[in-house]
């Protein structure tokens, strides 16, 4: 399977919603080897309170001071935390912009633990994917190259992933569509089995790329199904090399 979908970009900002910040903007990633990463931390919502901040991998935020975070500002990313100490349990992105609170990051909260972060290195602008239905590279496979899937539904695909090659870039995977639930994170390489990327199933049923935003303007993407764009944009009129429109 091969994706291409059109865009539609708007500036200023968006409202509140896990998987989506404020920040995200279109285009390709620029990051790399020469990336520079700037997360701070808060312990209490709204950024107040005691503040560590961080260019490099914590394994524990508590030995920095901080008994718990409460709210995150990225100034330069993208950045995984994660439940537990050492990079453990349940993981979340953070891309560059300003987490208030809990449920700006997640949607999929168990409990308040946020204990650990590292930088999430985005290797290519480029971005491409591919999922398998069974481990081990067997099975219906899926290819997904440039492009954000909400629903892997739509596709044909249902919900079993359970092995992926990462050949370009970073991605997330979540257990439902609409970018939510528990979050997984996808960098470069192969994944023979669920349990490689954290996951107890295989489950996921979106997946978006992951992107370094120090060289992007402010903004975000909705992506949309040629069929869906035709049908309320007449894009039959447009010329051939349409991409989007822009606000």
Same mark, same amino acid.
């Given at each position: 399977?091969?994706?291409?979908?059109?865009?539609?970009?708007?500036?200023?900002?968006?409202?509140?919603?896990?998987?989506?910040?404020?920040?995200?903007?279109?285009?390709?990633?620029?990051?790399?080897?020469?990336?520079?990463?700037?997360?701070?931390?808060?312990?209490?919502?709204?950024?107040?309170?005691?503040?560590?901040?961080?260019?490099?991998?914590?394994?524990?935020?508590?030995?920095?001071?901080?008994?718990?975070?409460? *709210?995150?500002?990225?100034?330069?990313?993208?950045?995984?935390? /994660?439940?537990?100490?050492?990079?453990?349990?349940?993981?979340?992105?953070?891309?560059?912009?300003?987490?208030?609170?809990?449920?700006?990051?997640?949607? *999929?909260?168990?409990?308040?633990?946020?204990?650990?972060?590292?930088?999430?290195?985005?290797?290519?602008?480029?971005?491409?994917?591919?999922? /398998?239905?069974?481990?081990?590279?067997?099975?219906?496979?899926?290819?997904?190259?440039?492009?954000?899937?909400?629903?892997?539904?739509?596709?044909?695909?249902?919900?079993?992933?359970? *092995?992926?090659?990462?050949?370009?870039?970073?991605?997330?995977?979540?257990?439902?569509?609409?970018?939510?639930?528990?979050?997984?994170?996808?960098?470069?390489?192969?994944?023979?089995?669920?349990?490689?990327?954290?996951?107890?199933?295989?489950?996921?049923?979106?997946?978006?790329?992951?992107?370094?935003?120090?060289?992007?303007?402010?903004?975000?993407?909705?992506? /949309?199904?040629?069929?869906?764009?035709?049908?309320?944009?007449?894009?039959?009129?447009?010329?051939?090399? /349409?991409?989007?429109?822009?606000?």
């Amino acid at each position: 399977w091969r994706f291409v979908n059109f865009s539609l970009e708007c500036r200023g900002k968006m409202s509140e919603q896990q998987g989506a910040p404020e920040q995200l903007a279109a285009g390709k990633s620029q990051g790399g080897a020469g990336a520079t990463y700037k997360v701070v931390v808060f312990e209490f919502e709204n950024f107040c309170g005691k503040k560590v901040e961080l260019s490099a991998e914590c394994k524990n935020v508590i030995e920095k001071g901080c008994e718990k975070v409460g *709210s995150i500002i990225v100034e330069s990313g993208p950045w995984v935390a /994660f439940e537990r100490q050492a990079f453990g349990g349940e993981q979340f992105v953070l891309e560059k912009g300003e987490y208030p609170r809990w449920s700006t990051w997640t949607n *999929s909260q168990t409990n308040n633990y946020l204990l650990s972060l590292r930088p999430l290195k985005v290797d290519s602008a480029d971005h491409k994917l591919h999922l /398998f239905e069974n481990p081990g590279f067997a099975g219906r496979k899926m290819e997904i190259v440039d492009d954000d899937v909400p629903s892997l539904w739509v596709h044909g695909f249902q919900d079993r992933v359970a *092995s992926i090659k990462a050949t370009n870039g970073a991605w997330v995977g979540y257990m439902f569509p609409g970018y939510r639930g528990r979050q997984y994170i996808i960098e470069n390489g192969d994944y023979k089995h669920w349990n490689d990327w954290g996951a107890s199933t295989p489950q996921i049923q979106s997946v978006r790329r992951v992107r370094d935003m120090q060289w992007h303007k402010r903004g975000f993407c909705f992506f /949309f199904l040629c069929a869906a764009v035709r049908s309320v944009a007449n894009l039959t009129l447009l010329p051939a090399n /349409f991409t989007g429109f822009t606000f």
